[in-house]
């Protein structure tokens, strides 16, 4: 077993580490800029509250972003994360409002949901040696399509379970200090990234993660079964898609069957800003959370200025060439 994990030890160390380090140097460095410019462009970016926006419009895209890390460093992709994200949102409002189930329940249903969602495009990987890209495109519309169909393509209210909502919006740091109120939300944002970083870098998972996108065959000879643990990373992937899921329907007291598409692409994006390179083997959770940083702060402080919808949109796919074009650089130097 030593053996192996020297193995793998070893693998991981053909990843660039000052590369990798550089990166979130600028991408951070992108963000401090970022809010420079939205500050002196408009006063109210600074405000408490505005922060407390940014930060919450962040927690959702920044769950994502953190199960697509673990899929992306493997070299594959998965673009089903926004509408099976969705579907979570429905099946939570199913379970509780639906069948009346405890509110515990009912979320561990829903982030059971896209457990098995990331389960099943893991197999569809894995097993069936279907491509990433076509796989998860067709649970991307599986998972659409059940999400309307269950819902019967209305919304699910939780108007009759006020701590549903607290989920997100409540605060518990109000009980800690008073006067001082932080939502949930964001609190489990940060929380899931401390949980996503022990895993990446304290667990086996983490060292197979980085071995199957430094080199998959490799880590195949070696005696490892790669399409177990594959699949166990797409799983990883869909239980962070799941909490996104119970979150966004915490956030808005309910479940919208419409919701979800774009989603995926803000998370991409967001993992590559952070440094995760789209051909595998690199990437770490601190650069994923500045990156889902940035494009909150970008989306926010646009619409501050007043910046129309479909512009805000035309930024955002500017910013998504602009990363995978770095990430090509990085690569061709390397």
């Known amino acids: 077993m030593k053996l192996e994990t020297d193995k793998f030890a070893a693998l991981r160390k053909k990843v660039p580490i000052k590369s990798s380090a550089l990166q979130q140097v600028l991408a951070f460095a992108s963000l401090i800029i970022l809010v420079i410019f939205f500050s002196l462009a408009s006063s109210n970016f600074l405000h408490f509250s505005n922060i407390v926006g940014i930060l919450l419009s962040a927690a959702v895209i920044g769950i994502l972003a953190l199960g697509a890390t673990f899929v992306i460093i493997t070299g594959g992709i998965d673009l089903s994360v926004g509408t099976v994200m969705t579907l979570c949102s429905v099946m939570t409002g199913v379970f509780i409002t639906f069948w009346g189930l405890p509110t515990p329940i009912g979320i561990l249903g829903g982030i059971l949901t896209g457990a098995l969602c990331g389960l099943l495009s893991g197999f569809a990987v894995a097993k069936m040696k279907i491509p990433p890209f076509i796989a998860t495109l067709a649970m991307m519309m599986i998972a659409k399509g059940l999400a309307l169909v269950i819902s019967g393509t209305k ?166 060439i602009l990363a995978v074009y770095a990430d090509i650089l990085r690569r061709g130097k390397k």
């Open 155 to 320: 919304p699910i209210y939780f108007n009759d379970n006020p701590e549903f909502s607290s989920i997100a919006l409540g605060s518990i740091t109000s009980y800690i200090i008073p006067g001082f109120e932080v939502p949930n939300a964001i609190l489990i944002y940060f929380g899931m990234a401390i949980l996503a970083a022990v895993i990446l870098s304290k667990t086996i998972i983490g060292r197979y993660n980085f071995a199957l996108g430094s080199n998959e065959e490799a880590t195949r000879l070696s005696g490892v079964n790669v399409d177990f643990w594959k699949m166990t990373i797409y799983t990883i992937t869909g239980i962070f898609t799941g909490v996104a899921g119970v979150l966004m329907a915490s956030r808005l007291n309910s479940a919208q069957p419409g919701l979800g598409m774009g989603y995926e692409l803000e998370a991409i994006a967001a993992v590559v800003i952070g440094g995760t390179s789209l051909s595998g083997g690199k990437g770490t959770i601190l650069g994923t959370v500045i990156g889902a940083l940035i494009m909150s702060v970008l989306t926010n402080g646009l619409r501050i200025l007043s910046v129309p919808q479909e512009w805000q949109t035309v930024v955002v796919g500017v910013v998504v």
